[in-house]
């Protein structure tokens, strides 16, 4: 089983910007992607990336993040720019071993989940 390090999160204010990064290492990873989870709601996607590294974001950080990896030491980051109050939430790495596209039911149900970065945008 791949294991995930999420590093990078923290305190910041409204508008400013955060880094985060995923270390992957154990196995071969594939698809990667970045989710979240704010208190009471439910995980949301919010970037992934191909192993050829083509990405989608969700509508709601679009223009804002980008997502980003690097094969060969095997890392994801998460570039936050303009952040919000609402993209407070625990960020959490995904990686997918069984598609080189990132396909959510299988890629959220089967990879490996790092064990999440707080994130909290000030107002």
């Known amino acids: 089983q791949v294991r995930l390090v999420e590093s990078g999160g923290g305190l910041v204010q409204a508008g400013g910007s955060l880094r985060l990064s995923c270390a992957a290492s154990?196995?071969?990873?594939?698809?990667m992607a970045w989710y979240r989870q704010a208190p009471g709601k439910q995980r949301e996607l919010v970037a992934s990336?191909?192993?050829?590294?083509?990405?989608n974001y969700a509508d709601s950080v679009k223009g804002r993040f980008t997502i980003s990896r690097d094969n060969a030491k095997i890392t994801m980051d998460l570039q936050m720019n303009s952040l919000k109050p609402e993209d407070t939430a625990v960020y959490y790495c995904?990686?997918?071993?069984?598609?080189?596209?990132?396909?959510?039911?299988?890629?959220?149900?089967?990879?490996?989940w790092g064990q999440g970065t707080q994130v909290t945008v000030s107002s």
């Open positions: 995904n990686a997918c071993q069984r598609s080189a596209i990132y396909i959510r039911g299988i890629c959220s149900a089967s990879g490996s």
């Open positions: 154990g196995g071969f990873v594939n698809a």
């Open positions: 990336i191909t192993r050829d590294g083509y990405s």
